[in-house]
Every structure is written in C-alpha cells, then in structure tokens.
C-alpha cells in the first residue's frame, strides 16, 4: 500500500507541476527538478534510490522506444555522419577527457574508475535534450541529430562503463574493448532487426488496434531484455526496432492501429519522461549526505565536481565544431538549399544536456569503490548544471543567435503542395477504376477531395480578418454537431437507444469534431506569422524559368473577371507569364485554374501580401 501510495503521489506531484510550468512558460524538466530537490529535503517524503535496474530496464526501454517510432528514418539516415561522430566519438572523447579531469585532481582514484566517471556523464540524454530543443523551436535538423545522438550514445557510453568498470578488477586490454563494443553494436541491431522482421508479420495478419497497441508495449521490454541475454546492446536494438516499427508503419498497420499507437505512446512517454526529472530531483538529499561522510575536503569535491562539469561543455563544444569543419563538413539543407551556418553547430554543441541515463549508471559503479559518494555527485552535478545551465540558456542563445524556427507558413505550403501531389495520385487511380456510378458517389469524392485541398492551401492566406470558406464551414460545422451531440445525449439519458449504438454514434462526431479542431488550430498558429515563404519541396523547369515577380499592392489587385461577374473571391494568384491575375480555386469561379486551362500557363505566384510562393500546375510543385 506504502509503494502504491507513493507512485500515486508521484503522478499526481508530476502531472500537476507540468501543468504549472505550461502555465508559467517555464520548462518542465527544470521545474520538476527543483521540486524534486525541494521535496528530497521535507520530512515525511520518503527516500528514493534509483536502482540501476529500475532505470535500465524499466525506463530507458519505453523511453527510447517512445522517442524512435516518433524518429524519421530518412532524416536519421540523411544525418547519419554527424550522429555517429556525436554518438560513438564524442562519447569516447568525454570519456577520457573527463577520465583526465578526476584523475588530476583526485589521484587517489585509479584510471579505470576515472574512465568509468567519465562514461557516465558522457551522453547527453534524449529526454532532456529534445524536450528543451522542441519547446524552443530548434531548427529540424538539430533536432533530428540531437535525437539520433540520444538514441545511440547511451549504448557506447554503457559499454566504455561496463569496459573500465571490468579493467578496474581484473584489467582488460584495448582488443577486448573493440571485440566488446563491436559485439553490442552488432548483435543489437541484428536482435532489433529480428523483432521488427516478425512484429511487421504479425501486424499484417491484425487488425484489432487493442491487440496491436498491446504488442507494441511488449516491443521494447522483450528487446531490450533478448539483446542483453546475448551479452549485445539492449539500447541499440530497442533503436532499430523502433526506427524500422515507426518507419513501416504506414504499411503494415491500420489506420485505427496507427493512431491508437501514437496516442498511447504519447501518453507513455509524457509520463514517464517528466517523472524521470521529478525522480532525479529527489536524489540530492541522500547524496549529499552521503558525500558528507567522505574524507576527501569540501573544496576538492566542490572542485571536481565544478571541474567535470565544465568539462563535459567544453570538451563538448571542442568535439562538434572540429567534426563540422574537418569531417562532417555538411551540405546544404534540403528545406534552405544553404548549407547550415556556424551558429547551428554552436547551438548543437550547447545543447548537451545529462538526464537519468547518467545519474542511472553512475549507480553502476560498485559500491566498493573508493570515493564513490563523490562519484554520484559529480553525476549528480552534471545532471543538474547541465539542465539549469544549458537548459536556461539555451533559449536565450538561439535568440542571439537567430536561429531560425520551422517556419509555420513554410510547413503550411508544404501540407499543401503534398497534399495535391497525393490527390493527382489518387485522381489517376479514379481513371483507371471501373465502376457504374448512377448516384453520384464519384462526383461526391473529388468534392471531398477538393475542400481538403482547399482548406489547405486557405491556411497560407494572411487576411487575419476574412474568414476563408473552410473557416466557415467550421464554425457552422462544429455549432451543429454541439447540437448534434445534446440530442444524442438527451437519447441515451432516456434509454431509447442501446448504450453500444450511442457510443458509436457519439465517437463518430468526436473524430469529425476533432478533425476540425486540428484544422482550426493550424489556421490560428498561422496567423501569427507573416515571414516571407522559403524554398519549399522540390522544383521543376517551370519554376527554375519563372523567377519571383513584385506584386504591387497600390492599388490593390483584383480578380477582374470577378469583377465583372459579381462573385468574390477568397485568394488572389498572378500569371507568371502574361501577368493575369485570377483567383484561387477556393474562390466560386476559380479564374486562376480556368486561365491555365485556355493559355497552359505553368505557373503562378500567390498576389496575397507578404507572401512569394509559386506553384507550377503542371508537375504540381511549388517553390
């Protein structure tokens, strides 16, 4: 009842101040920590030890696994040079720098073991890294590369520690390390293969999303536990298992499968991941008691533990700025068509961020070993400076920096572009199809097709107070199914109808009303932002001959054939090559589309203010 209690008590304190730090604009993972801390000092609150155990195979499976469905693997793949060099060199690297660092200051404590300490506070931790990257609104591919380094660092930094924690003993030799490290590699991707090759069998033969989902969460404990029997690394197949499960998924799942997946392990990873900083919060207290005992002096623990932890930032920053211009050397970034600038690799540097990964291991070490208690301090410290320190200010900098964001309206005519080029597809299936269709079913569909390729390309348009036809159609929309619902429930509160049938009925308008909302929430994000549209998806010969023109904006442009006709329209796009100016296809006439038809035109340039997009109609692309 005791431990129930406690969990209880921890999902609440967790869920509770996550809430708080949204509310405040604060991040979580920091807040949660200092109450973490705050709490491990109040009588009453009972001491938490993480157990390596507990945090090896109870937390960092779901976690991994979590963060890699959620992974691209074409981006993972795009990036790969810079991931490897993070994952497997720079956590060589930290190891012995730091190795060096405790060595010098505490001789008394053998180089195994300072090679040890070193391995432990190598990784920077996928949770915390991205969950501070994300909240900021760090560039994709900074993002993609903190995440690939945090999926895999864990696993060389766990073998350079169960290496120097053997060569504390018994002495190991540098073949023994690469046979080791090259065995878990390996035999971690080929276990992580193994359960994708037969969880992908068996998601084609289900189609009960329950029992899908449900297999789903025996994934990666059943991984990471088969890898570690054969002495390979649990981490790196819980990786490859899920990158290769999240990147088939469109393929071997249902839709219902793939959506009650992502939702669950959405929910499973918020949880977890925000009690793993509450949880590490509630160490401090029995540490430094501990550390108290030690018979090292305050300045020399003070010392070391100062010391690593500006090593572990520095050594971090040496790493990425000579792997960026001596080996990675990157080319230009699909989405910009520039290479990335240096303030990329300044921001990447300055986000290596410890979570529960290292404070996990640092319990590793035995607890035998001389000068322990200092040990997981200096985890400790490392933990918490580089969340507080980095965490912090990690914003800030990519503020000076200017480090661009995603942009949302460049993301909005991407949706759009791959939307059309996805109707095209489906339109010349349609031709193909045989059919007798003397109600009308096909006429319905292209018209279903037509509003969701319209809504999308409304969201680009940045008159904030002209409500587009799609906004309409979701106010009216969401006021009836309001309406809707009352009157179902006003159905099942009498018993007229079987409890199953009024579920089905009111599930059938939370998907529609949820589908609204998702919508509406793009188109209001959007309206706060009015920056000038990047190069977006690929181009053709048409937009490679059709440069950007300026449209003048006194007087206003207009739809002349409008005009002339009485209708209004919703959006203004202007002919590249004749200089016509005709209106969009959410629009009654669609004067723009009509204007291709009679002269075959390629392309046109969006007439609206502030932005400078071109589409070309016949390869469905735009620039």
Not at 12 to 24: G, I, M, Q
Not at 419 to 432: C, I, N
Request: net charge negative; charged share 20%; aromatic share 6%.
């Amino acid at each position: 009842m005791e431990i129930a209690v406690l969990l209880v008590a921890l999902a609440v304190a967790v869920l509770a101040f996550t809430a708080l730090a949204d509310r405040v604009d604060f991040p979580a993972p920091l807040l949660l920590i200092a109450v973490g801390v705050a709490g491990s000092y109040i009588p009453g609150v009972p001491e938490i030890h993480l157990e390596p155990e507990m945090v090896l195979l109870g937390l960092l499976p779901p976690l991994l696994y979590a963060a890699a469905i959620q992974t691209s693997l074409v981006d993972f793949n795009a990036n790969r040079r810079a991931i490897l060099l993070l994952s497997v060199g720079l956590v060589v690297f930290t190891t012995l720098g730091v190795g060096a660092i405790v060595h010098a200051i505490i001789p008394d404590i053998s180089w195994a073991v300072c090679f040890a300490i070193g391995a432990v506070v190598a990784p920077p931790d996928a949770v915390a890294a991205t969950a501070v990257a994300r909240r900021i609104g760090l560039p994709r591919r900074i993002v993609t590369i903190l995440e690939g380094e945090s999926l895999l660092n864990d696993a060389t930094a766990l073998v350079a520690l169960r290496t120097s924690i053997a060569a504390a003993g018994v002495g190991v030799e540098a073949m023994h390390v690469g046979e080791e490290f090259l065995i878990a590699s390996v035999g971690g991707g080929a276990v992580g293969f193994v359960v994708f090759v037969v969880v992908a069998k068996l998601r084609k033969l289900i189609t009960d999303p329950v029992l899908d989902t449900a297999i789903s969460f025996v994934v990666p404990f059943g991984t990471y536990i088969a890898a570690e029997k054969i002495e390979a690394s649990g981490v790196i197949a819980v990786v490859v298992a899920g990158l290769l499960l999240g990147h088939k998924a469109p393929i071997v799942q249902t839709a219902q499968s793939r959506i009650a997946e992502r939702m669950n392990w959405r929910t499973i990873a918020f949880v977890l991941e925000n009690a793993v900083f509450l949880l590490i919060g509630l160490q401090a207290g029995w540490i430094l008691e501990d550390v108290q005992q030690s018979t090292l002096s305050t300045g020399r623990i003070v010392g070391v533990c100062a010391a690593v932890l500006a090593g572990c930032i520095v050594l971090r920053m040496m790493w990425v700025f000579v792997a960026r211009y001596l080996l990675v050397r990157p080319g230009p970034d699909p989405s910009t068509g520039q290479k990335p600038p240096w303030t990329f690799t300044l921001i990447l540097g300055w986000a290596g961020i410890r979570g529960v990964v290292t404070l996990a291991a640092a319990f590793v070490i035995p607890k035998e070993t001389e000068h322990r208690e200092v040990l997981l301090l200096i985890a400790f410290t490392v933990v918490a400076g580089t969340l507080f320190v980095q965490g912090l200010s990690l914003p800030m900098l990519a503020r000076r920096l200017r480090v661009p964001a995603p942009d949302p309206m460049e993301d909005a005519l991407a949706r759009a572009t791959l939307l059309q080029q996805a109707s095209k597809a489906g339109y010349k299936v349609l031709q193909d199809l045989e059919y007798d269709d003397p109600q009308g079913v096909v006429k319905l569909v292209k018209q279903r097709i037509e509003q969701r390729n319209f809504a999308a390309w409304e969201r680009l348009g940045t008159q904030a107070d002209v409500e587009t036809p799609s906004e309409l159609y979701a106010r009216v929309r969401l006021a009836m199914i309001e309406a809707e619902r009352g009157r179902v429930l006003e159905v099942r509160d009498a018993g007229q109808v079987a409890s199953d049938v009024v579920s089905e009925v009111l599930a059938m308008l939370d998907v529609e009303e949820s589908m609204i909302d998702i919508a509406q929430s793009r188109r209001e994000e959007l309206k706060t932002e009015y920056s000038r549209l990047r190069r977006t998806g690929a181009s053709c010969e048409h937009l490679d001959s059709q440069p950007v023109q300026e449209v003048a904006q006194e007087p206003p442009p207009v739809c002349q054939a409008c005009v002339d006709g009485g209708t209004t329209w919703v959006s203004l796009r202007l002919c590249l090559t004749c200089g016509n100016i005709g209106c969009c296809d959410s629009s009654v006439m669609r004067h723009a589309t009509g204007h291709f038809r009679e002269t075959t035109h390629p392309v046109i340039q969006s007439a609206e203010p502030l932005e400078d997009w071109r589409w070309c109609y016949v390869h469905h692309a735009t620039a």
